[in-house]
């Protein structure tokens, strides 16, 4: 089990900027990948970005450019810098975790699992 606990969320002016913090605890040695979704009024959760444990990146289109995401091994921290933000970037955003881990059968096997935050409100006034 993971837990996670996002901050850093709250009102800021169009052109701002936040950054997100998201607190792992629990068996974080089995993250294989860290992300932050958002979910907006009127639409579906989206990958906002990914950070795979190997430091490969991938960001939503909408992010390129203005959001990065970051971890801090020591402090089980994980990052979501945004510049330029605009109302439609508001919504809550989420932390995930995706761990795998080994099951000793038999046969062993190897289980996946996700995790998520809470979630933390971003409101960007126009």
């Known amino acids: 089990q993971v837990q996670l606990v996002e901050s850093g969320g709250g009102l800021v002016q169009s052109g701002g900027s936040l950054r997100l913090s998201c607190a792992a605890s629990g068996s974080v040695s089995n993250i294989y990948e860290e992300r932050w979704y958002r979910h907006s009024k009127g639409t579906e959760r989206e990958l906002v970005a990914a950070?795979?444990?190997?430091?490969?990146?991938n960001y939503a289109q909408f992010a390129k450019g203005r959001f990065t995401i970051s971890r801090d091994r020591s402090k089980n921290m994980l990052y979501l810098q945004m510049h330029q933000l605009q109302p439609e970037d508001s919504g809550v955003y989420y932390c995930n975790a995706a761990t795998s881990r080994i099951e000793y059968g038999p046969p062993p096997d190897i289980k996946y699992d996700q995790f998520w935050g809470q979630g933390t409100q971003v409101t960007v006034s126009a």
């Open positions: 950070l795979a444990d190997t430091g490969q990146t």
